[in-house]
């Protein structure tokens, strides 16, 4: 296997210990965990064997098995404390036991009950099937239930016991990377993420990166740090961190100094066709393959199944010539890639296939059903798969890839399915034995869709192990509820019914009818695992018709938290989320936010929070529910409140552009705090911070998220031309952001006039003029204007004002006489604005006496703009006729309704100052 936490664990011991442990490590390393468990100190640990330390010690007196395994082990170190080594290297078997037994196979050489149990339970059923209930109880956290037919959970128990004990904590560095790796299966053996065992890998995933520093300064152990970071990157994925995931993958790919690229080739994808066109590939090479003997490049495989479609190929047939290649990105192949045969790429290091499955894991577990993603995710799989990965693990997890991209294409979709069935069917019988028990049939009585695994398609148990902590690939029960949801997607309901009734995922059979309208069908599946049927007599209820409606089954089962839920969601019962909270001892927090949801339906948005509140107190890794949360207190104006709620959101998800806008909308609401008197300013002026300075700071990073949305421009816009001083720069970059989306739909509508009067005012008033023709304010208000807000305006007449203002300033007077003109005739062509209000009468006024004095301003002025500058021409030599044109246009239109008003008379007297004029 030579994993590397083994080589590391062998390089940190003492040499008198290294080479008393040889042999043993060796088993370790050569899958032979057998060996390790029958080792008479193992078996004395267990119980099987006594001393005197230990000959009291009897498993009656305590209240479980791990209890019992827990007290003899602590009597074990307290006499001999260097046997903390020889503990640790149980902890490893034993994980990489159950690892094997559940995850790769494959099947184990012996029963892991009648090697760790008593022979009064392992010989009995009974008596084995309730420990094992119980030890499966044991893993249930924050109210989430483990996978109660989890195979051989004895195993992971025993590891579990063990590096938890204080004294390998203390003694042995590396327990706490083993505790890790012990504490993330128990993770994933969960139905959803319990945030106390989080919060408790991320504790020690710190420790780990500091011990795997001081490590790499002592011993010379290849690659430790990348296959740490390998490892943490995939505990990431899990967790839905994508971005830390891609952080970590990012610090291994330089430090491997690994080549890959995501290019386009010209290329054929179906057989009828006849024009090469770009098909996207991924070009790579590992820096060398030092590590990989014979025997393991060499290695077995799964069977990759054949597409066996009518239209496309098995796989692209590329052009030969790399000049056509595009790359994505901006810089261009390096050397070692644009030399590689695109059909017939070298063979990839281990560790490099790892990484282009970590790295299409991380890509789709954000959005998997996006198109792109998938088109820009299956390359990766494919360069694993084509390149013929040297070890059968990585290679099954290709597989495993793929078939989920090939899941969503109607061309591929049968082969992703086939392929996925082969993979259940494989790690079925290659985890089966004699001891596992699913629902009461045996392993070796479950019957494949497919035929088993050929000799050359198996592999020995070290290769299948040795990357499957960076790998995280699925276990059995995982891997068959993917394909029954599989099922589900193509209409296979039947099919999916009977892999979630056999493996007694009640909860997913609920769902699987749910989904199909048959909620009557789900309801009772749900209710027969809480309630005894309605006469309280299970043994003769009719399945089919039987409602159980009975007493509620106490205790009830581990998954009850979630079932309530799931009951609740159905019936729209909250009374159901309650149950769920007190079943769960107010531990699972699922519940609290089913009921927040339903409060925030209703807008009763005090309960709301009162709920999500709750929630958060058990898992406050919840993004989500912290963002709901803050809206809740926006609702009930509880802003400090509100703003706390949303930075708890950012620092879990600094990409939320959503909780950056609703942060600013709370920040609006904040008064200025004084700060510091130390801060004052040189005049003794107080100097205040406000927080609408850091409400524009959270608007624009909201922007910079969703650059393409609208509404968040024009909170920036409105923000930046209410501070003070108004920020003139963000002005300019929202106004024209919001041109740029809504001017073709909305034309004028989108332009904000009292904004963009203060920039001209302001850019027109500086102390140092307007000049456009060097960087600065200046330049960028005209830029604006010219090209983004002039093209856009038709009808508002306070818009070419704006204009007309900033021309006049610039000294273009034709542009701003015609500004004006426009202006006017805006106002003018109103229909029946003779006949209208006051207000409609006084802006006609407005707007002609404003066209009147800038022709007498204007029109008298030499042109500057267009063919005729400079050559003495007037700007409007008719300048006089057109002012009196305009006034008597008004006057005679408007005789009618405003005679004898003021506005009239000032027209008149406008009038009469032009005649004067002649």
Known sequence: MTDVLVKAFRSALPEELTSYLRDQLQAVENGDFLAILQHPEVQLLLGHQENETTKDVRLTDFPSWSDYIFHRLGLILSKRSEDSATQTRETIASLYAFLQSNITGPPLPFSSAAVLLAKDVSTKPSALSDLRAILISSFTTDGVAAYRLSPNIELLCLAETIV?????????????????????????LLSEIASSLQASIYEDLDRVEKLIIALESKYNIEDLRNHFLLERATIHTHHGLDKRARADLDKVIADRHFHFALTGLLGKRTKFQEKDTSQLLVLAKSASLEGNDGTEASASKPKDLDLNDDTLLESISFTQKLSSTEIKEESSLPADLASLDPSNQPLLDPLDSVILLSLASSI????????????????????????????????????????????YKSRTMERGLLQLQALVD??????????????????????????????????PVQERLRYIFPLGSPSRWELEAELAAR??????????????????????????????????????????????????????????????QGATRDPPPAEGPRLYCLLGDIDMDPSMYEKAWEVSGKRYARAQRSLGRQ????????????????????NGLHHQSWFVLGCAYLELQQFKNAIEAFQRCIQLDDQDAEAWSNLAAALLHLK????????????????????????????????????????????????????????????????????????????EKCIDDEALDILVRHAVQDERGFDISKPGLPRMVNELVEKHIKPLIT??????????????????????????????????????????????????????????????????????????????????????????SAVRSVLGKAKESWEDSPGWDRLKDRLEELKGRN
């Open 672 to 747: 200025p705090k004084p700060k510091d008197p130390s801060e004052d300013d040189k005049s003794g002026d107080r100097v205040t911070s406000h927080p609408r300075q850091d409400a524009l700071k959270a608007f624009k990073k909201a922007a910079n998220l969703k650059h393409d949305n609208s509404r968040i421009w024009s909170n920036v816009l409105a923000v930046a031309a209410s501070t003070n001083p108004p920020s003139y720069p963000d002005i300019i970059n929202a106004q024209r952001r919001i041109c740029e989306l809504r001017g073709s739909m909305d034309g």
């Open 426 to 459: 494989q790690i079925i019988a290659e985890t089966s034995g004699s001891d596992t028990i699913n629902n009461g049939v045996s392993d070796d009585q479950v019957t494949s869709f497919l035929p088993k695994a050929k000799e050359g398609e198996s592999a």
């Open 164 to 188: 938890i004990c204080p004294q390998i904590q203390k003694n042995i560095e590396l327990s706490t990377w083993v505790r890790l790796r012990v504490s993330f299966i128990h993770q994933r």
């Open 795 to 884: 009808s508002s007449p306070k818009l070419w004002a704006i204009l007309a203002m900033l021309y006049i300033h610039t000294n273009r007077s034709s542009s701003a006489l015609e500004a004006h003109e426009k202006a006017w005739r805006a106002v003018t062509l109103q229909p029946k604005w003779e006949s209208g209000t006051k207000e409609q009468w006084n802006a006609v006024v407005d707007q002609t006496v404003a066209l009147v004095d800038a022709y007498e301003t204007l029109g008298p002025k030499e042109r500057t703009e267009g063919l005729a500058a400079g050559s003495g021409e007037l700007v409007a030599k008719d300048w006089k006729f057109k002012a009196r």
């Open 487 to 548: 099922w589900v997607s193509v209409g296979g309901l039947r099919s999916a019914l009977e892999i979630y009734e056999r493996l007694e995922m009640w909860a997913e059979a609920a769902l699987c009818w749910a989904a199909t309208e048959k909620e009557d069908k789900a309801r009772n599946i749900v209710r027969r695992q809480l309630f005894h049927a309605t006469n309280n007599n299970d043994d003769t209820a009719d399945l089919e018709e039987e409602k159980w």
């Open 364 to 407: 789709t577990n954000t959005n998997p059903a996006d198109g792109l993603t998938r088109e820009e995710t299956l390359p990766y799989a494919t360069r694993v798969l084509e390149g013929g990965s040297s070890n059968w693990q990585i290679y099954t997890q290709a597989l495993l890839v793929r078939s989920r991209i090939e899941g």
């Open 599 to 618: 409060y925030f339906a209703q807008r009763d948005f005090e309960k709301a929070a009162e709920a999500y509140s709750l929630s958060l107190n058990v």
